[in-house]
């Protein structure tokens, strides 16, 4: 998390020195009007970021309602921790830096002052709109929706949402009192997320735990794939049922929009033949590798029942491999679309899926028996500041997935040709399959020599 | 059944369990106390394989447990919450845990039928995910699903806590039958000296790690045990 934490700090920090100049050199506009034309979307993007990541403070708040504190306090502190915390400071590291240009590039001090006020007063906004949105579904996906339908008008040149929206932001800087409406906004936001919280701040109202109303289901279907259904059947209802598990489904739609990047020819960097192969893996792959590098930890909360019934390692194994398959198989399928842009980029999602069950499949699953992070299923919060999913060792063990399916792309297209480089590149994935018994083994083993070390480090967080 | 040899513990704190010798014989219902931290549920993990132990070795029906694994199948227990899968409703828990075990779904339905009036309407046909069952009834839930595929062996931590006064004296009665009519070795903790005599044929009593009573149950044991514990 920390590492995520600099991480972001770093790249916004550089960011904001560095906009300026890249715009004026490289678009050839002029850098203030085309920062005040994104904030809309910068405005929206925030928020969604913290619907998904701001941890609520309303979990911790239970045990001071026991103490001699009056409610007052209690929501004040409550809302005044979301104040503090890091996703609002982390603005600061883009905007600071982006207004000392601005002034050393001689626009007034006053009224850059002034309009970092007004950002100051929207983010605050944000803040505050995310206490009483968070955790309501609805509301979330109409803002993704907006988002999605406004950036495509966009392209498309129907309607330029920020046309409108830049003159609004531009004010703050061209009439600078006008900063104070902002601030005074976030002001009453702060109300109503007082009165709001106030009001539901008893046991049986805000702080309930909603209880999701369960069906039993047995999936009789699933009883085709013999002893295994048992696995199946369960790791079926481990992702519909939870919120951690829903994120990874959600990312991994994402991940199939992914390839848009290099195939619309939008990112000038991503324009070498082999960069068809890294989209391919990852337009088939999304779920593959987010759900795949946390097998066993999706089943941490209840390990020590694992381990003391007689499961049958392999079916177990097989039943994650299962899932990765079928979902790399259904991805490839949705992402037909990409014949649009002709028929090497849809060739790139096959091969590129046709690797992934071969070979990478092993490869995630191997590598996820060593991370030992218990998973909370009950939050979506941390599933991407969660310090074990993006740290060194899951990064290592992703470049061998990645680069050397593009290495036999390069030798075979630079050689013969594309179609040689497809060719090669499925073959490596059809030779994977011949080890799939020999690296269930493998993985098998592994669990079991780690297995005290794994008990003992999911217990850390249950 | 089971037999303990040498067995210790330890952390880099310390010694936490240390047992020379300990024979279960098979049926016997063994109860086990002690004050927190004694080593109650450090014991059971040992029995379970879920820790391993510093030295020495735990026997069940002559199968070493951190050796070969051949004891899972007789073997069963419910220990805390992590022994339940929380998104699932609890027939589907007990479907699970019921194929794990070589059971069919009309194996389990007829076991849980005998313990209709243990779930007293609370379990079954609920419509929730055991995640938002209340603990007592998730306890519930564990217990009877340690019941499940006829174990031989069945380990059940503080089972007695949480439990509402007619759950418990339900539970002592399904103990008591599974030891003394199935031949079942049943091996329970508690803090509920009461119960646990009640319950055991056998009661020891653990402090710090060590065994310092090791008592057949009799008329009088209720009485030592509350001296022992009241410090006399």
Request: hydrophobic share 50%.
């Given at each position: 998390?920390?590492?995520?934490?600099?991480?972001?700090?770093?790249?916004?920090?550089?960011?904001?020195?560095?906009?300026?100049?890249?715009?004026?050199?490289?678009?050839?506009?002029?850098?203030?009007?085309?920062?005040?034309?994104?904030?809309?979307?910068?405005?929206?993007?925030?928020?969604?970021?913290?619907?998904?990541?701001?941890?609520?403070?309303?979990?911790?708040?239970?045990?001071?309602?026991?103490?001699?504190?009056?409610?007052?306090?209690?929501?004040?502190?409550?809302?005044?921790?979301?104040?503090?915390?890091?996703?609002?400071?982390?603005?600061?590291?883009?905007?600071?830096?982006?207004?000392?240009?601005?002034?050393?590039?001689?626009?007034?001090?006053?009224?850059?002052?002034?309009?970092?006020?007004?950002?100051?007063?929207?983010?605050?906004?944000?803040?505050?709109?995310?206490?009483?949105?968070?955790?309501?579904?609805?509301?979330?996906?109409?803002?993704?929706?907006?988002?999605?339908?406004?950036?495509?008008?966009?392209?498309?040149?129907?309607?330029?949402?920020?046309?409108?929206?830049?003159?609004?932001?531009?004010?703050?800087?061209?009439?600078?009192?006008?900063?104070?409406?902002?601030?005074?906004?976030?002001?009453?936001?702060?109300?109503?997320?007082?009165?709001?919280?106030?009001?539901?701040?008893?046991?049986?109202?805000?702080?309930?735990?909603?209880?999701?109303?369960?069906?039993?289901?047995?999936?009789?279907?699933?009883?085709?794939?013999?002893?295994?259904?048992?696995?199946?059947?369960?790791?079926?209802?481990?992702?519909?049922?939870?919120?951690?598990?829903?994120?990874?489904?959600?990312?991994?739609?994402?991940?199939?929009?992914?390839?848009?990047?290099?195939?619309?020819?939008?990112?000038?960097?991503?324009?070498?033949?082999?960069?068809?192969?890294?989209?391919?893996?990852?337009?088939?792959?999304?779920?593959?590798?987010?759900?795949?590098?946390?097998?066993?930890?999706?089943?941490?909360?209840?390990?020590?029942?694992?381990?003391?019934?007689?499961?049958?390692?392999?079916?177990?194994?097989?039943?994650?491999?299962?899932?990765?398959?079928?979902?790399?198989?259904?991805?490839?399928?949705?992402?037909?679309?990409?014949?649009?842009?002709?028929?090497?980029?849809?060739?790139?999602?096959?091969?590129?899926?046709?690797?992934?069950?071969?070979?990478?499949?092993?490869?995630?699953?191997?590598?996820?028996?060593?991370?030992?992070?218990?998973?909370?299923?009950?939050?979506?919060?941390?599933?991407?500041?969660?310090?074990?999913?993006?740290?060194?060792?899951?990064?290592?063990?992703?470049?061998?997935?990645?680069?050397?399916?593009?290495?036999?792309?390069?030798?075979?297209?630079?050689?013969?040709?594309?179609?040689?480089?497809?060719?090669?590149?499925?073959?490596?994935?059809?030779?994977?399959?011949?080890f799939k018994n020999k690296v269930f083994d493998?993985?098998?083993?592994?669990?079991?020599?780690?297995?005290?070390?794994?008990?003992?480090?999911?217990?850390?967080?249950? | 059944?089971?037999?303990?040899?040498?067995?210790?513990?330890?952390?880099?704190?310390?010694?936490?369990?240390?047992?020379?010798?300990?024979?279960?014989?098979?049926?016997?219902?063994?109860?086990?106390?002690?004050?927190?931290?004694?080593?109650?549920?450090?014991?059971?993990?040992?029995?379970?394989?879920?820790?391993?132990?510093?030295?020495?070795?735990?026997?069940?029906?002559?199968?070493?447990?951190?050796?070969?694994?051949?004891?899972?199948?007789?073997?069963?227990a419910y220990i805390d919450e992590t022994f339940?899968?929380?998104?699932?409703?609890?027939?589907?828990?007990?479907?699970?845990?019921?194929?794990?075990?070589?059971?069919?779904?009309?194996?389990?339905?007829?076991?849980?039928?005998?313990?209709?009036?243990?779930?007293?309407?609370?379990?079954?046909?609920?419509?929730?995910?055991?995640?938002?069952?209340?603990?007592?009834?998730?306890?519930?839930?564990?217990?009877?699903?340690?019941?499940?595929?006829?174990?031989?062996?069945?380990?059940?931590?503080?089972?007695?806590?949480?439990?509402?006064?007619?759950?418990?004296?339900?539970?002592?009665?399904?103990?008591?039958?599974?030891?003394?009519?199935?031949?079942?070795?049943?091996?329970?903790?508690?803090?509920?000296?009461?119960?646990?005599?009640?319950?055991?044929?056998?009661?020891?009593?653990?402090?710090?790690?060590?065994?310092?009573?090791?008592?057949?149950?009799?008329?009088?044991?209720?009485?030592?045990?509350?001296?022992?514990?009241?410090?006399?």
């Amino acid at each position: 998390m920390i590492f995520g934490a600099l991480w972001m700090i770093a790249s916004f920090s550089i960011l904001g020195f560095g906009v300026y100049f890249m715009i004026e050199d490289v678009l050839k506009m002029e850098p203030f009007q085309v920062v005040n034309q994104v904030l809309i979307y910068y405005m929206v993007f925030d928020l969604v970021f913290r619907y998904f990541l701001q941890k609520m403070p309303v979990m911790n708040i239970k045990p001071l309602m026991y103490l001699p504190i009056k409610r007052k306090e209690i929501v004040n502190f409550a809302i005044g921790k979301t104040m503090i915390s890091f996703f609002n400071v982390l603005h600061a590291f883009f905007f600071i830096p982006f207004s000392i240009v601005l002034i050393m590039k001689g626009f007034p001090v006053l009224q850059v002052l002034a309009w970092n006020l007004a950002i100051l007063g929207w983010i605050y906004c944000n803040n505050f709109l995310n206490i009483f949105v968070n955790n309501k579904d609805v509301v979330f996906f109409a803002v993704i929706g907006f988002i999605v339908v406004m950036i495509g008008l966009q392209y498309y040149g129907i309607f330029d949402i920020t046309q409108f929206t830049y003159p609004i932001f531009n004010s703050f800087y061209a009439v600078p009192y006008l900063a104070f409406i902002p601030v005074v906004l976030a002001g009453v936001f702060y109300k109503i997320a007082f009165t709001y919280f106030k009001k539901n701040l008893y046991l049986d109202a805000g702080l309930s735990v909603k209880h999701d109303i369960a069906e039993t289901q047995d999936y009789t279907w699933l009883n085709r794939f013999g002893s295994m259904s048992t696995f199946l059947k369960n790791d079926i209802k481990l992702l519909r049922r939870n919120k951690r598990s829903k994120t990874t489904l959600l990312m991994s739609v994402l991940f199939i929009f992914y390839g848009l990047l290099f195939f619309t020819g939008s990112v000038e960097a991503y324009d070498g033949p082999f960069w068809r192969i890294f989209a391919g893996i990852f337009i088939s792959g999304g779920f593959l590798f987010t759900f795949g590098q946390f097998v066993p930890s999706w089943d941490s909360a209840y390990y020590p029942l694992m381990m003391s019934q007689n499961i049958r390692y392999k079916e177990y194994i097989a039943s994650k491999w299962y899932l990765m398959v079928i979902a790399t198989i259904i991805s490839t399928i949705i992402s037909v679309f990409y014949l649009y842009w002709g028929w090497q980029a849809y060739a790139a999602v096959v091969v590129g899926a046709i690797y992934n069950i071969g070979v990478n499949s092993h490869l995630v699953l191997w590598g996820g028996a060593y991370i030992k992070t218990p998973i909370d299923l009950t939050t979506s919060k941390k599933a991407f500041g969660d310090k074990q999913a993006f740290n060194a060792k899951t990064l290592l063990l992703t470049i061998p997935k990645l680069l050397l399916p593009m290495v036999i792309y390069a030798v075979g297209h630079f050689t013969l040709g594309e179609v040689f480089g497809f060719a090669l590149v499925a073959i490596a994935g059809l030779t994977g399959f011949l080890f799939k018994n020999k690296v269930f083994d493998i993985i098998e083993k592994v669990y079991k020599s780690e297995k005290y070390k794994t008990l003992a480090a999911y217990k850390q967080n249950n | 059944m089971i037999t303990v040899s040498n067995l210790s513990k330890s952390y880099n704190a310390g010694p936490v369990l240390n047992i020379e010798n300990l024979d279960i014989p098979k049926g016997q219902s063994f109860g086990l106390v002690g004050n927190n931290g004694a080593g109650k549920t450090t014991f059971f993990s040992l029995l379970l394989d879920l820790i391993q132990p510093t030295t020495g070795f735990i026997k069940s029906k002559d199968i070493q447990v951190n050796e070969s694994e051949d004891w899972k199948p007789f073997t069963s227990a419910y220990i805390d919450e992590t022994f339940l899968i929380g998104y699932l409703t609890p027939e589907e828990y007990f479907y699970f845990i019921g194929e794990l075990r070589g059971q069919n779904k009309a194996d389990v339905d007829a076991l849980l039928k005998q313990f209709e009036d243990f779930f007293h309407g609370e379990i079954l046909n609920q419509k929730k995910y055991l995640r938002d069952l209340s603990k007592g009834n998730q306890k519930k839930v564990g217990i009877i699903a340690a019941l499940i595929g006829n174990p031989e062996v069945i380990i059940l931590d503080e089972p007695f806590a949480n439990l509402d006064p007619t759950t418990q004296i339900r539970l002592k009665q399904i103990i008591k039958n599974l030891a003394g009519q199935q031949g079942v070795t049943v091996l329970v903790s508690s803090h509920d000296l009461m119960h646990v005599t009640e319950v055991s044929d056998r009661i020891v009593v653990l402090e710090k790690g060590e065994v310092i009573k090791d008592l057949a149950t009799s008329a009088a044991t209720l009485k030592e045990l509350e001296a022992h514990f009241a410090g006399e």
